[in-house]
């Protein structure tokens, strides 16, 4: 079974950066989906980019679109979210997410696509 551990969220002010990471172990599909979500209080969790690991292509929601940036360390298994120009409506725990094949079967994300998940990362952005 998949295994999902993120890191490398924290406090920033609006405007700053963070890179959150998502370490992959255990048994994945030779093609497999990396989603990350986040979800704020009181918010339903929202998917805000995916990462297809056959055809390293992209999708970012239209909030995050143009500041956050999905890639991956192939050999290390990780996965990562560079997120600028932050913003207090970033605030939110980010939790990154797996699913068997290709991100095209999972467009937009829904959270009840994916079946592993890590334990989630916050970000909080100050204003």
């Known amino acids: 079974q998949a295994q999902l551990m993120e890191s490398g969220g924290g406090s920033v002010q609006a405007g700053g950066s963070l890179r959150l990471s998502c370490a992959a172990s255990g048994y994945f599909d030779a093609r497999y989906c990396i989603a990350w979500f986040r979800q704020a209080p009181g918010k339903e969790r929202e998917g805000v980019a995916t990462f297809d690991t056959g055809d390293t292509s992209t999708y970012y929601a239209d909030s995050v679109k143009g500041r956050f940036t999905m890639s991956q360390d192939r050999a290390e298994k990780t996965l990562y979210l560079q997120m600028n120009s932050l913003k207090p409506e970033d605030t939110a725990m980010y939790y990154c997410?797996?699913?068997?094949?290709?991100?095209?079967?999972?467009?937009?994300?829904?959270?009840?696509?994916?079946?592993?998940w890590g334990q989630g990362t916050q970000v909080t952005v100050s204003s």
């Open positions: 997410a797996e699913a068997g094949g290709s991100c095209m079967f999972y467009y937009p994300p829904e959270s009840t696509d994916f079946g592993s």
